[in-house]
């Protein structure tokens, strides 16, 4: 199952720590208005549909769109678009646990929202959807302005709309998108043990023992919802946390891959060529350059790490 920041996009964002905003033609139409099932490894969309009509797949299950509409995607949720040719709204692309975080000391409930797949149908005269496109429209502001504390200011917009979002969920019967199975209740617990282990190496026959099945029907419940194995998921949170590592700490490689639980570096590099196609330093090298381009700086004057 394809994983991207954004449809499409391999390299990591200079915006990895907070969020990106677009407009669905933008990404749309040069897919001819299909967006092909894929997921975001830490990444919330919130989708806000003001014309147009079309079908999003959710974790499995197709639902229709109609405007206006709010689609709520939470991080790893497995989703694709067919839009009709005349779709039109805005597109937020959030890193969800600065969210969470924000959420958990604002309004605690509010993490379900940023958890739960939603489809979210709304009349437009709604006092609760009025608020809904002046916020979006002031976090595009934000995302374009590249001021001091724009980050800061945008994941606080972020947070008020989805505060819009709960308050139209509870007044609102949304799409039941969000019912856990026992297959996805059985893959959450998974994502939580690799989590807690991703660093200690186990294999994938530890992880199905400590969940009282075999290596087997975990890696087939794996495909089934998330369309990769057991052993990619475990590999991809590997990748994940040594990604943040690279951008956002100052250790050289060698600390970085024994962080990580690799006793050796040159292994380490091969094993995250083999994912990302990069070298962990080229890697570290291209995200630090388009987070400086973001910012102003000069990408030019920043100092190699090792």
């Given at each position: 199952?394809?994983?991207?920041?954004?449809?499409?996009?391999?390299?990591?964002?200079?915006?990895?720590?907070?969020?990106?905003?677009?407009?669905?033609?933008?990404?749309?139409?040069?897919?001819?208005?299909?967006?092909?099932p894929h997921t975001h490894d830490g990444f919330l969309q919130i989708l806000y549909m003001q014309k147009g009509r079309g079908e999003v797949l959710l974790n499995n299950t197709k639902w229709q769109m109609v405007a206006p509409c709010l689609v709520v995607v939470p991080a790893r949720t497995v989703h694709g678009f067919?839009?009709?040719?005349?779709?039109?709204?805005?597109?937020?692309?959030?890193?969800?646990?600065?969210?969470?975080?924000?959420?958990?000391?604002?309004?605690?409930?509010?993490?379900?929202?940023?958890?739960?797949?939603?489809?979210?149908?709304?009349?437009?005269?709604?006092?609760?959807?009025?608020?809904?496109?002046?916020?979006?429209?002031?976090?595009?502001?934000?995302?374009?302005?590249?001021?001091?504390?724009?980050?800061?200011?945008?994941?606080?917009?972020?947070?008020?709309?989805?505060?819009?979002?709960?308050?139209?969920?509870?007044?609102?019967?949304?799409?039941?998108?969000?019912?856990?199975?026992?297959?996805?209740?059985?893959?959450?617990?998974?994502?939580?043990?690799?989590?807690?282990?991703?660093?200690?190496?186990?294999?994938?026959?530890?992880?199905?023992?400590?969940?009282g099945m075999t290596p087997g029907q975990l890696s087939r419940i794996c495909r089934e919802l998330l369309g990769v194995s057991a052993l990619d998921v475990i590999n991809a949170r590997l990748i994940h946390e040594a990604q943040r590592d690279l951008v956002y700490t100052p250790n050289s490689v060698k600390q970085l891959?024994?962080?990580?639980?690799?006793?050796?570096?040159?292994?380490?590099?091969?094993?995250?060529?083999?994912?990302?196609?990069?070298?962990?330093?080229?890697?570290?090298?291209?995200?630090?350059?388009?987070?400086?381009?973001?910012?102003?700086?000069?990408?030019?004057?920043?100092?190699?790490?090792?």
């Amino acid at each position: 199952m394809p994983n991207y920041a954004l449809y499409g996009d391999q390299a990591q964002p200079g915006w990895y720590d907070s969020y990106d905003f677009e407009w669905i033609p933008q990404r749309s139409r040069p897919y001819n208005w299909q967006i092909q099932p894929h997921t975001h490894d830490g990444f919330l969309q919130i989708l806000y549909m003001q014309k147009g009509r079309g079908e999003v797949l959710l974790n499995n299950t197709k639902w229709q769109m109609v405007a206006p509409c709010l689609v709520v995607v939470p991080a790893r949720t497995v989703h694709g678009f067919h839009y009709s040719a005349d779709t039109d709204g805005p597109v937020i692309t959030a890193a969800q646990k600065p969210l969470e975080s924000l959420a958990g000391m604002l309004m605690p409930e509010l993490i379900q929202t940023i958890r739960s797949p939603a489809v979210i149908p709304h009349a437009e005269s709604s006092r609760y959807a009025d608020g809904l496109l002046p916020l979006f429209l002031a976090a595009e502001r934000e995302f374009h302005t590249h001021a001091q504390g724009h980050s800061a200011a945008g994941m606080s917009l972020l947070t008020a709309l989805l505060v819009q979002i709960s308050r139209l969920s509870s007044v609102l019967e949304p799409a039941p998108v969000a019912a856990q199975s026992r297959k996805a209740a059985q893959v959450e617990r998974f994502r939580t043990l690799v989590d807690q282990k991703f660093r200690s190496h186990q294999p994938v026959s530890d992880y199905a023992s400590a969940m009282g099945m075999t290596p087997g029907q975990l890696s087939r419940i794996c495909r089934e919802l998330l369309g990769v194995s057991a052993l990619d998921v475990i590999n991809a949170r590997l990748i994940h946390e040594a990604q943040r590592d690279l951008v956002y700490t100052p250790n050289s490689v060698k600390q970085l891959a024994a962080s990580l639980g690799f006793n050796d570096e040159a292994y380490f590099g091969r094993f995250f060529r083999k994912h990302t196609n990069m070298s962990p330093r080229a890697f570290r090298q291209q995200v630090l350059q388009q987070m400086r381009r973001q910012d102003g700086g000069d990408p030019e004057g920043e100092d190699e790490l090792n």
